[in-house]
């Protein structure tokens, strides 16, 4: 059977030193034969008519997902869940037997409520979450209303004239009419600061990752959510954007503004990913054992 070090060792050696079929039973034997290991992924649900189109959409997310946990030794139990339908009062018996959150990436505002009721039971229950674009800026959203106090903070795509404007377009946009050119695409380089966890995940303090999204987080607010505990731990060199939030008083809580599923391959799995799988494990570990 083959193993992920197998694969690795065959990519680079030529690309093509096995077949389509190994892959297939690699795959098919890791997720029969290793441990369960339970997460979910809080994702926006209604945006498609039927459950098997919303899955395709964040087909990449999954197979990152599916990838991480092999690379960990472990089965992936993935659980979809509506955000339009999840709220503060349903929240803990949707997430109790979780062992990690995914805010997953998206446009609009359906089913944000939802997200932001996900966040604060991740948040308050020290339950290891990755937020992923949109889910960073939910992640913004949902610390600056529940932790700093800011009540109105928002997003200007959602809310104009939000009182607190903590997600906003940048200043030079504003101004222009062309939905696609206020996009910001492609491969950005990441500053990430020494001693945060995102530098200890991928060891090194300069990264290269995708963006899709048109939003940012406004510096405005940066010295504020820094003093209540939320750091802004990855900049581009260039805009000083943030393009990296985690709180360090959590055992795992991060968000990031790119797409880390748009780089993760068999041979090369996005390290986001691998240490989240590695969180949620040590969390279902801990509660086991304290079970």
Request: proline share 3%; with cysteine; hydrophobic share 35%.
């Amino acid at each position: 059977m083959l193993t992920p070090v197998d694969i690795q060792n065959k990519i680079f050696k030529g690309g093509i030193g096995f077949d389509k079929k190994d892959v297939e039973t690699f795959f098919k034997q890791m997720s029969s034969d290793y441990e369960e290991l339970y997460s979910s992924n809080v994702e926006l649900n209604d945006k498609v008519a039927t459950l098997n189109e919303s899955l395709q959409h964040y087909k990449s997310i999954e197979e990152s997902l599916l990838i991480a946990s092999i690379y960990n030794d472990r089965k992936l139990d993935l659980h979809y869940i509506n955000s339009v339908k999840l709220n503060e009062d349903n929240a803990d018996e949707t997430l109790k037997d979780m062992d990690g959150v995914i805010i997953a990436p998206g446009f609009g505002q359906r089913g944000l409520e939802g997200k932001y009721a996900a966040l604060k039971y991740a948040r308050e229950h020290d339950m290891p979450c990755l937020g992923i674009s949109l889910g960073m800026q939910c992640m913004i959203i949902e610390y600056a209303r529940n932790v700093l106090g800011l009540e109105g903070a928002n997003s200007t795509e959602v809310e104009i004239n939000a009182k607190y404007k903590v997600i906003d377009i940048m200043e030079e946009q504003k101004n222009n009419t062309n939905m696609g050119e206020t996009m910001r695409l492609g491969v950005y380089d990441c500053v990430l600061k020494k001693e945060s966890v995102a530098f200890d995940i991928y060891g090194v303090s300069l990264i290269h990752e995708r963006h899709r999204h048109r939003y940012e987080f406004n510096n405005d607010f940066k010295q504020m959510f820094e003093e209540a505990g939320m750091n802004c731990v990855g900049e581009n060199p260039d805009t000083n954007l943030v393009e990296i939030v985690e709180v360090p008083s959590l055992k795992w809580y991060i968000g990031v503004h790119f797409h880390p599923e748009y780089n993760c391959t068999v041979a090369n799995p996005n390290p986001l990913f691998v240490r989240f799988i590695k969180a949620a494990i040590d969390a279902s570990q801990v509660k086991n054992y304290e079970t």
